[in-house]
């Protein structure tokens, strides 16, 4: 019941239907409450998508009766109507009988009103406040987890890296791009691929307002890649895209779907968008993909509170440090961007050809 | 010049469902499309449909907004039906040589790419609607896609007031939103 309550504020507050004193309230609790606002953003993309799908029905009723219109004044050569939908087709001409159909519909739907149930409306602060708590509850469960994990990381990495994010190609020559809070405070820096091999990486490019960073592998092991099999997406991508992520949350690499919730990330920053996808610490710096395979953003998992709330910093902020990079420094002009294509090509398939260009990314 | 046949102005219309505009494109397309249609072996069924089809990935474009139309309407709504014809003959294994002779105008691929994708959006949200039964179904539509108010909504459907109907749409909602985000929530993939 509580949650028909909260629903009703947020779709309240997206339809601006809200008194401008409730509306300062709501705004508080959306930057103060990482649920709510992804409620927000949730149910923003659901009307969105309800709206498109009825403008596009009531065109589709415009252009039956276009049709049907120009077809009986002999304007197009399109047969007439004949015998029962001729009558029907002036009854409706000249006389707009909604009013009758709607009666009649009316009185069946009588029936239904003795099933609905009145309830006791709480306060929504209330039941927010309730919600505040548990989600505090589960950010504690989560920290709590998170220091276990990186126990056990410690034990098991004999190198003694401590933290890590992913990262992912931009130049087959060993240019990658990754989150400059992944590498901040490294001393050393370490990329491995899927298949466990490590080379040793340096930072050639940091930006924190960004939080963009490019690393290039120092190794004489590495071995240039002449061709990469993904782009990076130029113009925005809409709403409700469907999406997905391949990174290293542990030590093997891994695959999540999700769509694009939002074109400006957290309190409208344009930096960033807001998707939904199920992602981990150490998720940081992976590629963000739509369905042709075309890199359209990077992940930054820096809001820490609800799940499926990530954001992504778009694709041209990759573009735009690049270039940076390569007016700072004239030894990278040979930076050059992909320019693959993984369109048409079955998941399964996208999945296998990304794995290799995408490393974990190990400091200490 | 009538300000109706600058096709600048048309787009216009289009893009906010103005009857003029559709019934000014309609007339001075549709006979076209008729012939190209019936003359590779369809119908005047067909015709029609594939028209509308074409009319509706026109109007989708106009409406995202920054929109410019690099041809004639005549042009690209030609480019558009000969594509769909083409796909739609594939499908059914009537496609015949004779069609490829007639000259692509305008490349048109990736538009009618985003008019599929958004129709399978458009019939993953139907289907998720349909699911909900009775009388979900029709609280749902009648406010969000027929856009009635809660009074309204109230009188048809026989609630004692706007306020019961009110609560009986928020139920109905969270079922709905509930099977139409589990349809692109693919699972926990990163568990």
Not at chain 1, 218 to 244: C, G, Q, W
Not at chain 2, 83 to 89: A, E, I, V, Y
Not at chain 2, 91 to 99: F, G, K, L, P, V
Request: one cysteine or more; a neutral charge; hydrophobic letters at 35%.
């Amino acid at each position: 019941m509580d949650d028909v309550k909260i629903l009703e504020a947020v779709e309240r507050y997206i339809r601006g239907e809200m008194k401008p004193d409730e509306r300062v309230y709501f705004e508080q609790l959306r930057k103060d409450n990482q649920e709510v606002d992804q409620m927000v953003v949730e149910h923003t993309v659901f009307l969105h998508q309800v709206n498109e799908l009825a403008e596009r029905k009531e065109f589709r009723s415009t252009l039956q009766e276009v049709h049907t219109d120009l077809a009986e004044k002999d304007l197009i050569h399109s047969a007439k109507l004949k015998g029962n939908d001729k009558v029907i087709y002036l009854w409706n001409r000249y006389k707009r009988v909604a009013a009758i159909a709607a009666s009649i519909a009316g009185i069946t739907a009588l029936t239904f009103s003795g099933l609905v149930v009145a309830f006791s409306p709480k306060q929504d602060n209330q039941k927010l406040q309730e919600l505040d708590r548990k989600l505090s509850i589960v950010t504690r469960d989560n920290v709590i987890q998170k220091a276990e994990l990186n126990n056990i990381k410690r034990k098991i990495d004999p190198a003694s890296f401590t933290s890590g994010g992913t990262g992912f190609l931009i130049d087959g020559k060993g240019y990658l791009v990754t989150n400059e809070h992944v590498i901040k405070n490294a001393k050393n820096i370490a990329v491995q691929n899927s298949k466990g091999i490590i080379y040793n990486a340096i930072v050639i490019h940091q930006d924190a307002a960004r939080d963009i960073a490019i690393l290039k592998i120092a190794d004489d092991s590495f071995r240039v890649i002449n061709s990469i099999p993904y782009n990076f997406k130029k113009s925005s991508t809409d709403l409700a895209e469907p999406i997905f992520t391949m990174g290293f949350p542990r030590n093997e690499i891994v695959y999540g779907e999700g769509y694009l919730s939002s074109k400006t990330g957290f309190l409208g920053d344009t930096l960033t968008c807001q998707i939904a996808i199920a992602a981990n610490p150490g998720n940081s710096g992976s590629p963000v993909l739509n369905k042709n395979g075309e890199v359209i953003g990077l992940l930054s998992t820096r809001q820490k509170a609800a799940e499926g709330v990530v954001f992504a910093i778009q694709s041209k902020y990759i573009n735009k440090a690049i270039e940076d990079l390569k007016k700072a420094d004239s030894s990278y002009q040979n930076i050059r961007m992909p320019s693959g294509s993984l369109k048409g090509i079955e998941r399964t398939e996208q999945v296998k050809k990304l794995e290799d260009y995408i490393f974990m990314v190990k400091i200490n | 010049m009538h300000p109706e046949n600058n096709e600048e102005e048309l787009l216009k219309g289009l893009a906010i469902n103005d009857k003029r505009a559709v019934e000014t494109i309609y007339r001075e397309n549709y006979n076209m499309i008729q012939t190209l249609i019936i003359s590779n072996s369809g119908t005047t069924d067909d015709a029609k449909d594939i028209f509308q089809e074409a009319m509706i990935v026109l109007y989708e474009k106009t409406k995202g907004g920054n929109f410019t139309l690099n041809c004639q309407i005549k042009t690209y709504v030609y480019s558009i039906c000969r594509r769909l014809w083409l796909k739609r003959l594939q499908q059914i294994n009537r496609y015949s040589n004779e069609m490829d002779s007639l000259s692509e105008v305008v490349p048109s691929e990736e538009d009618i790419e985003d008019h599929e994708r958004k129709n399978e959006e458009f019939r993953l949200m139907e289907k998720a609607i349909s699911t909900l039964g009775e009388p979900c179904k029709s609280l749902i539509e009648a406010f969000y896609i027929q856009k009635m108010n809660m009074q309204e909504i109230a009188n048809l459907f026989g609630y004692t007031n706007a306020e019961n109907a009110k609560n009986q749409k928020y139920k109905c909602l969270m079922r709905l939103k509930k099977i139409f985000f589990s349809q692109y929530k693919n699972g926990n993939g990163n568990g």
